[in-house]
């Protein structure tokens, strides 16, 4: 499978190197780092074959987390991988993964290494678990020696529940959902939608007692059709179509296949639950409007008007358009009744930032323009206006969480509280 | 941090030294992680050998592991000292009541890696294969493979143990990581060692159930390999897999998609197999958007095989392909090479449309990519011409400047004008085409604006003269360019011939002492034919064909015959290069598809455009002029659903194929001399 895994600096400089297999030789890896980091070919391909040697890798931010490889192995598991091992790193350094802290917790990184991969074979990379058998500076001496702790732990590790620990105690037991979608819009310069899907994804922090087993229900058309309806009750609510949904490991996957009923034993503490891909029916929140004027040979008009589509009792907050301005912009003058306009040269265009944003309302910017003197006569080519917001308790999807019940021996009454939040994703209107 | 920087100077080796051997442990263990840190930026410290494994008596545990990184690392340098340390990992195996360190000790056991040691590894080993904790278990199945390598005579014992616990073992992490061993062993060894019978096989269903993620993936990725008995087997196999398509890992995702697609082939039901496609498309959708970028690669490159194979999965949704404005170009590169292949005749203007946008964008790579794909549009679909023709002139309006995308432009129009000779007239396409000819900088859009000049000669006003003043820099110009120019010059004599007299006289006397044998050659035949019969140089250079009928329809990727085989291999690093594993590997053996007939799964059809009739009979004439080549390709493309059977001799049929192609290009004389890259990527 893996020969190595190494993690190189943007200089292409060498700060972890750990060998699985010994079919790769260390200058091999030096050469790779020379020619392809160090010159950022990197960004051009995440796999590179050199020699029958294939360099696949991943670059956050500086560093660049890289697999070295043989053999025919499979690349979307070795990517989905090296993501793992970063987000573990991150989860031992407190969010952090950058070229000082790798250097400050190497001799931890190595320890790490050894138990998430062995002969090159991907192992249990689940940073929760791994925080019960690896500390930074050794585990305590007691548990080295509780032979019983130790088993219960192996058992854990390797068991069919491994991502949660046994006999957990909480004083009051309670709940929190959020659930957050991310609107993708493209509409074209006349209006009309090119493109739109929600990306949703449900996080949940539970802080439960014990082995409680979880009934999660959304308004899902499939499951709602299945369900019986009870006499006299008469419900408009047809529920919405997803499109496709991705869960965590914890859920029973055979039973939502069979009932689609989304069944789980929690891990403790915070976890993405599901993610969901829906493209029907979407509720946009905001309506574009742009309007575009050239006037004259150095000078240009552009009106933006936009439309907030949900109830007014409701608000968006942190607003953020960008208008986007040609590159030899000299000045722009900005008018609008609410909200700050300023034009920033680096974004190149004007960003347009209104803290809190009604429901139900117009607002209506004007920027004119003037444009300096330019050598270059391609003429401009105008990229889209983008924007971003955030519309607490509104989901574009319509999607709503119509129960979570949650049994355990205990029998407790946990507290559960759930919140709403639409954030705009790529939220583009052409120009 | 303090650990990084210099080099270890001879001082600092010998500082480490009396570190090492100092009487205070804190002081031993900093140097331990000194020497770590030494080697990791890649300094020789083997020579501390010694004094390191003596830091081995503390029952430190993290400082244990840094010495057993230190000695797996050197090992094979010092195999003498390395026998010291033997009893070391003997008594943590046979002694310690810790399973961390029991497994921690056979991993590194394991990796030693030295052929006299692992006589000693053997006993330790079975035990560990047998122990009663899972976790030990699983890392002793791992460690078989190690050994194996190294020193496959002393294993066959082993080999016996794993077989047995493969029908015993309970636990899945175990049984993943047992797959997955066993699997490495069988591509060392080449022989087969799993036995999978019915009980196994609802074993390793049941544990995809339970083990971890990359667990799944092995044994999803074992399945994929797995021919079933028959189609009851394959029904139940892909009902066991179907929940894995929403898992949040995309990898197990992408393997179940696999392994579902694999099995289709098995299933007799052909109600059950559209269902499984409406069930299977709307996951690989979501893949498609993953947002991790790497990740999404893969996927993508491994989305023309699954469009040849299966055209019914992304039936009405090529929208999912449109590139979004932030994407990492790779990812745009992908995306546009499959639009190209998803176009058909009822979604080629949303394709255009969306192709037009991209002509707008900063990188001129990019947006030679595209007038690459939307000329190869233009080519594959005859309703498509017209659409694509006005977006081409609409970009040649607007160009002032000798730019990269420019270049492309002139050779897509030269390949359009190739297959429709009357598109000249469309739009005013050749006068505005005929504006830009002086912005080509590469050999080949040259040769392009050389061969527009001598096909369309009568339509362009002073075409002598522009003629000249490319025959004045004949010399300079590459031998693909003085090729083209030779024949163009002579369509044009014909056309002019009293006012191309001088012209083409000029031409023939710096040509013929060309030291390009085949430049030469070309100069003596024309001037040959000449001045003997000029008629039979018309036949030659002038034939008016009005439309070309064998730009074939061919934009697949594989040998139809090679699709079974790379579906198993979805996912692994052949794939991403397409190739087949063989192709890459030399010391993977040939797999050799033994199933009869390749299926292809297309939606239903509806009633047949026209443009579809044309391209029939387009196909039609092919067929009768290239005799039978093409006749097998139609048959593998037939409907589906109704399991027509292709032959399966289609590789004899494809070598005629290529024959016939280069007999036509030399039979239609040296105009086509680009046609061959209709074929190739872009």
Known sequence: MISSIVFINHKGEILIYRVYKDDITRSETTQFCAKIVATKENKECPIINIDGTSFIHITIKDIVV??????????????QFLYQLVKVCRAYFGGEFDENCIKKHFVLIYEILDEVMDYGVPQIADADLLKKYIQEGGLKPELMNDVEKLKQLTSQATGATSWRPPNLVYRKNEVYLDVIESVNV???????????????????????????????????????????????????????????LKFHQCVKLPKFDKERAITFIPPDGQFELMTYRITENINLPFKIMPVYNELGKNKLEIRVKIKSIFEKNLFATNL????????????????????????????????????????DFEALLRCEIDLGQTTNQQPWIKPPISMEFQVPMFTASGLRVRFLRIYEKAGYKPTKWIRYITKAGEYLHRL | ???????????????????????????????????????????????LFQSVIKCLEFNDIEMKKLIYLYIVNYSRQKPDDAIMVIQNFRKDVRKSENPLVRALAIRTFGCLRVPKLNEYLIEPLKDCIQDDDPYVRKTAVLCVPKVYEVSPEICPALLELLQKLLEKESNALVLANLIQSM??????????????????????????????????????????????????????????TLPRLSHINPTVTFCAVKVILKYLDFLDNGELVKNLCKKVAPSLISLLSWNQPEVQYTILRNISLILQKFPILFENDVKVFFCSINEPYYIK??????????????????????????????????????????????????????????????????IQQPTEPVQELLIQMQLIYKKNKQMYKHDESLKIIYSIVDYANEPES??????????????????????????????????????????????????????????????????KDSFNPDVRDRTYIYWRLLSTDPEVVKNLVCFNSGTFSNFSKDLRLWETQDLVVALENMGSISNLFHKLPHQLYKNIKIKINNQQNVKIYKGEEKPDTQAQDQQDENNQNNKKELQQQSQQQQLQDVDLLNFDEPSNNNNNNNNNNNNNNNNNNNNNNNNNNNKTDLFELI
């Open chain 1, 66 to 79: 890289l697999a070295t490889t043989k053999v025919n192995v499979n690349v979307a598991m070795t990517l």
């Open chain 2, 446 to 511: 040259k040769s392009a604006c050389a061969w527009i000049l001598g096909e369309f000669g009568e339509f362009i006003p002073k075409s002598v003269e522009k003629m000249k003043e490319y025959v004045d820099n004949f010399q300079m110009e590459d031998r693909l360019v003085q090729l083209q120019l030779l024949t163009s010059a002579v369509q044009l004599y014909l056309k002019y011939p009293s006012q191309c007299a001088t012209l083409i006289q000029q031409l023939i006397t710096s040509a």
């Open chain 2, 183 to 240: 699997r490495e062993i069988e591509v060392v060894s080449g022989k087969q060692l799993i036995n999978l019978n019915q009980k196994i096989i609802q074993k390793l269903l049941l544990a995809v159930d339970e083990c971890i993620e990359w667990g799944q993936i092995f044994i999803l990725d074992y399945l994929a390999t797995y021919n079933p008995q028959d189609s009851k087997q394959a029904e139940i196999i892909i009902e066991r």
């Open chain 1, 186 to 244: 493209l509409m074209s310069v006349k209006g009309t939608i090119l493109k739109a899907d929600v990306a949703g994804s449900i996080q949940v922090k539970c802080l439960l007692s014990g082995m409680p087993e979880c009934k999660f229900g959304m308004n899902d058309k499939l499951l709602m059709q299945r369900e019986p309806r009870k006499p006299g009750q008469t419900t408009t609510d047809k529920g919405i179509t997803i499109d496709d």
């Open chain 1, 320 to 359: 953020a358009i960008k208008i986007p301005v040609p590159k030899n912009t000299a000045n722009v003058s900005t008018n609008s009744a609410i909200g700050k306009a300023k034009h920033e040269p680096d974004q190149q265009g004007v960003i347009w930032r209104i803290k809190k944003y009604p429901g």
């Open chain 2, 333 to 398: 590169y992908e995306k546009l090479d499959i639009m190209v292949r998803i176009c058909d005749s009822k979604n080629f203007g949303q394709v255009l449309n969306e192709l037009l946008i991209y002509l707008n964008e900063a990188d001129p790579h990019f947006v030679r990519k595209t007038i690459k794909s939307i000329g190869k549009i233009a080519i594959t679909y005859d309703k498509a011409l017209d659409k694509a023709v006005s977006i081409l002139v609409e970009l040649a309006k607007n």
């Open chain 2, 1 to 47: 941090m303090a650990y990084f920087g210099n080099n270890p100077q001879r001082g600092e080796l010998q500082e480490l030294y009396a570190d090492l051997n100092d009487l205070n442990f804190e002081k031993k263990k900093e140097a331990v992680k000194k020497v770590i840190a030494y080697m990791t930026v890649g300094k020789d410290v083997s020579d």
